[in-house]
């Protein structure tokens, strides 16, 4: 009975062939699979640089492309006949000698970039890698077949042209050569090219052999997935990608045994945070050591993520074990189970009403930032402790007698909603978390009563939890190994909260996610001038910069529109949305934001049924599309002005809330996989590049 692996790329290119077409190349698969009669024979490939490839007719005039060693065949695509041939006489596949895993080269492109190199190297006598020996690459497991040519590269233009012809595994570490960074700091870009750890001597593996093709797909669980049955097959098949298919680093992340410590994963606009933490989700509810609450920023997001959930965990059973929400709703859980009684919100308006009785000199939206940034957030329960406390974050210094004032009004206020019964969603998670550090009885699980109600909490969208927030997921959970497993990144941040870890008592392991799976190229790099204003803060000690932040593909250019008049801009955006639809694009894949109430129903009306997702800057916060329209991105609008700060109040607080709104306008043009549209009529926003 043969072996079967599937590629990544095979699933796509089925799903796009015409009906008949993949229908019976589904039955052919199957068949050849089950080794039945009818199955397709392999036949080899006259041309081909690897003479272990072969062709499967899989439909009419269609054929699947396979490398075969023994009795293992890894299906690689399926194409119609003379693309198929042509793909099979084109590449050849190896091992990585260091760390086993599979490789991928388009020789036929290389060996036209050869003969172009060799001439040019006549011209240029410099050499990008002269300082570095034959050993030092072979230790970085450059390919003996390819080390000849790597001599003759002269420059970094040179190697960013052969990106797209060579493994990444032979890539990054000559790319951080390149660079001028050490070999040992080379090794390391080749080591995160592993999708799992690497095994300790403790428990050792089979050396690696260079020639053992079936043994390197194992240990390629991004290029190749193994099917043992029909069932098996078909859920390569159907399922998306991302159920099956996970980049090494984000592999690395999510299936490793175990943590001794909480974990922050950080990673720019599409690195898969996620989709990280979709899958250590899976991966702990599978485990079963009890339940699993996987919280992100709102419940709109809870219910799209939930869904992915449905689709990534087939068994029931385990599915049950995960629940997912965001931190108010856990708020109003613990709460309403320890006092009988749901609880009450109050509203903004009230909230400032009450602001405003105070009589204390100062606006309502500084005294509720005061009360949010530095009372609330540091849990300051007495004058004395507010006296003494630091302020960071906060531009404006006050004296004793003004603190003194301050928590006079913030007294009023508390007060008066507890008078009335009403709490803010801030108080609530405070509450909740004090609660949880007595004895409320068990939520969830049916065993023995315990403090905390769940046994793993994985967080994504971290960087806009407030430390009440915090402190209530760390109540919430035991001190043990796999506790916590956190996402997020500051510098898509739309919410004024700057807190690390470690000041609410979260010792996490930091790792670092650096390459965009979802945006090309010209996106991210647009997108990074657009998000602008240096390193962000928050989730870690000190600041995170956006160096190292990579794509791995190219594609258009964002395209950005001035029109005249706000009318004009709707046209156009129903013509440029029309014209996407035509192209074949499915709607739901199309999505439009905007920063105003007023301009998201300007915008629905333009596009009538399109089917069309249109909504709020905000609302775009962890989704992706194949393409996106941003509109109304003018000045004036973006940055709001309500939104604002009073220079004259506090230019701090106003510079904060000015990185606020360029990371929320990041956030939603850095949803676009494909295409990126962006338009305003009148002055530009000043946030957009140049």
């Known amino acids: 009975m043969p072996r079967l692996a599937i590629s990544p790329e095979f699933p796509v290119e089925l799903g796009a062939l015409p009906q008949p077409a993949r229908r019976d190349a589904l039955v052919s698969v199957r068949r050849f699979l089950q080794n039945s009669s009818g199955a397709p024979h392999p036949e080899r490939v006259r041309g081909a640089r690897d003479d272990r490839v072969a062709t499967l007719r899989l439909a009419d005039r269609h054929r699947g492309v396979v490398v075969r060693q023994r009795d293992v065949y890894w299906l690689l695509t399926v194409l119609p006949d003379a693309d198929a041939w042509a793909y099979a006489q084109r590449y050849r596949f190896g091992v990585n000698p260091v760390i086993g895993v599979v490789e991928v080269w388009d020789a036929e492109a290389l060996e036209q970039a050869e003969r172009a190199i060799r001439r040019s190297s006549a011209v240029f006598p410099a050499r990008l890698f002269a300082d570095t020996c034959d050993s030092d690459m072979a230790e970085l497991g450059v390919d003996h077949r390819f080390l000849p040519l790597v001599r003759l590269i002269s420059d970094e233009l040179t190697l960013e042209a ?23 700091t080379a090794w390391r870009e080749l080591d995160a090219c592993r999708p799992a750890d690497p095994p300790s001597a403790a ?48 592999r690395r992340l999510a299936y490793r045994d175990s943590y001794g410590q909480p974990v922050l994963v950080t990673g720019g606009a599409g690195t898969g945070k996620t989709l990280t933490a979709l899958h250590r989700a899976a991966f702990l509810a599978r485990r079963g050591a009890g339940p699993v609450l ?25 599915r049950k074990r995960i629940e997912v929400g965001n931190v108010d709703r856990l708020a109003q859980r613990v709460v309403a189970e320890a006092e009988g009684r749901a609880p009450v919100i109050v509203g903004a308006d009230e909230l400032a009403g009450l602001w405003r009785e105070t009589g204390s000199g100062h606006s309502p939206a500084f005294l509720l930032r005061e009360w949010e940034q530095v009372i609330l957030a540091q849990n300051l329960l007495t004058l004395d402790e507010y006296l003494s406390a630091p302020r960071p974050g906060r531009g404006v210094a006050l004296p004793a007698e003004e603190r003194a004032a301050v928590w006079a009004a913030v007294e009023h206020v508390t007060g008066r909603l507890a008078e009335r019964g009403k709490r803010t969603l801030l108080q609530l998670a405070a509450d909740a978390s004090i609660l949880l ?48 497993f956190i996402v997020g990144d500051p510098h898509q941040r739309v919410l004024d909260t700057r807190v690390s870890l470690a000041s609410v008592g979260i010792d996490a392991l930091w790792h670092r996610l650096q390459v965009s799976y979802r945006l090309p190229g010209e996106i991210l790099s647009w997108g990074v001038r657009l998000r602008g204003g240096g390193p962000a803060d928050g989730l870690v000690a000190g600041v995170q910069e956006l160096y190292g932040f990579r794509a791995t593909r190219h594609g258009p250019h964002p395209v950005v529109r001035a029109y005249d008049s706000p009318e004009d801009e709707l046209n156009g955006l129903a013509a440029h949305v029309a014209r996407w639809i035509s192209e074949g694009v499915p709607p739901g894949e199309i999505a439009v934001a905007a920063r105003t109430a007023d301009l998201v129903r300007g915008a629905r009306a333009a596009l009538k049924d399109t089917g069309v997702r249109v909504t709020t800057l905000h609302g775009m916060k962890g989704l992706e599309f194949r393409r996106v329209a941003v509109i109304g991105v003018a000045d004036g609008i973006v940055p709001a002005p309500d939104s604002l700060t009073p220079a004259g109040e506090d230019l701090t607080a106003r510079a904060h809330d000015l990185q606020r709104e360029r990371g929320l306008l990041y956030v939603a043009c850095t949803r676009a996989r494909e295409l990126l549209y962006v338009s305003h009529s009148g002055r530009a926003s000043p946030f957009l590049p140049v």
Not at 162 to 174: G, I, K, R
Not at 221 to 231: E, L, N, S, T
């Open 294 to 318: 996987l919280v992100t920023f709102s419940q709109g997001l809870s219910t799209e993520l939930s869904a992915r959930l449905d689709v990534l965990i087939e068994d029931g059973v385990v």
């Open 162 to 184: 052969l990106e797209p012809l060579l493994p990444v595994t032979q890539y990054a570490p000559l790319a951080a050569l390149a660079r001028g960074e050490s070999v040992a």
């Open 203 to 250: 428990d050792p593996i089979d050396p690696i052999d260079p020639d053992d093709l079936a043994a390197a797909l194992r240990r390629s669980p991004d290029r190749a997935v193994f099917a043992a049955d029909v069932r098996e097959l078909n859920h390569v098949l159907d399922a998306p990608g991302w159920c099956v298919f996970l980049h090494p680093p984000q």
């Open 437 to 484: 550090g007595q004895t409320t009885g068990d939520l969830l699980e049916e065993a023995a009563p315990r403090r905390e109600p769940y046994r793993h909490i994985v967080v994504d969208e971290a960087q806009d939890l407030h430390p009440a927030q915090w402190r209530l997921l760390r109540a919430a959970v035991p001190h043990a190994p796999d506790d916590l």
